[in-house]
């Protein structure tokens, strides 16, 4: 089954902590992204990946990191989690070429007390 | 640059009722549209897309189509289920893959 993985699905941590939600696609697709999904501001871009080694910052890159070793993985890093960052988070893959709708993981709900 | 703009919800209807949820956008040339949905503890998934003026996407008895001359492609469905409550999402996307632009979502309430 084509599917986008997330892990945890939930997350309490506290400021400062390090964490890691990690994600894979099983679809081979050359472009993987992480939003943020937060009331009232719908999904805003956070970095996305054209391809192995290719990333780049999207609308709300401060305080993340990413990272593409393998095609069918795109970990998000927050170094030093703030309360600021307690969102909702998705992350999602897309085929490339003429194929540009995306498929998105289950959602990380991550909080930072 | 780039945004779409979506009806404020919540809305809420009955069943059988007829759906309408607005979206414009601003966009040069032409950008692939897409209508995605969100049902409670999920993710987003797809519920319709177009890719060039005119189109007319459709999935599940909800439609949409794309309108060059009003920027607009709003979502539409004849008759809706209680199984219709969820998110609703307007975006577009361009032909690099590397950004989908979302509005802010709509939330759908259907009462039995």
């Known amino acids: 089954e084509a599917q986008v993985t997330q892990n945890p699905r939930y997350l309490i941590t506290v400021t400062g902590k390090k964490l890691t939600v990690t994600c894979s696609q099983n679809?081979?697709?050359?472009?993987m992204s992480w939003y943020r999904q937060d009331p009232g501001l719908g999904l805003r871009q956070i970095y996305y990946s054209m391809n192995v080694e290719v990333t780049d910052k999207g609308d709300v890159p401060e305080g993340y990191k990413v990272s593409r070793k393998e095609k069918r993985n795109f970990p998000l890093i927050l170094e030093s989690p703030s309360p600021n960052q307690t969102s909702l988070y998705f992350c999602?893959?897309?085929?490339?070429?003429?194929?540009?709708?995306?498929?998105f993981g289950q959602g990380t709900r991550l909080t930072v007390v | 640059g780039d945004s779409v703009t979506q009806m404020e919800g919540p809305v809420t209807l009955s069943e059988e009722a007829f759906l309408t949820i607005n979206c414009t956008y601003t966009a040069t040339g032409y950008p692939s549209l897409f209508w995605y949905v969100q049902y409670p503890g999920e993710g987003l998934q797809l519920l319709l897309k177009a890719t060039k003026a005119d189109d007319k996407g459709s999935n599940k008895g909800f439609e949409a189509t794309y309108r060059k001359e009003t920027t607009s492609f709003h979502l539409e469905k004849g008759s809706v289920q209680v199984s219709d409550s969820a998110v609703y999402f307007c975006a577009l996307s361009r032909s690099s893959a590397s950004k989908i632009i979302f509005g802010s979502g709509t939330r759908l309430s259907i009462r039995p």
């Open positions: 679809m081979n697709h050359e472009y």
């Open positions: 999602a893959s897309v085929a490339g070429g003429k194929v540009t709708e995306a498929f």
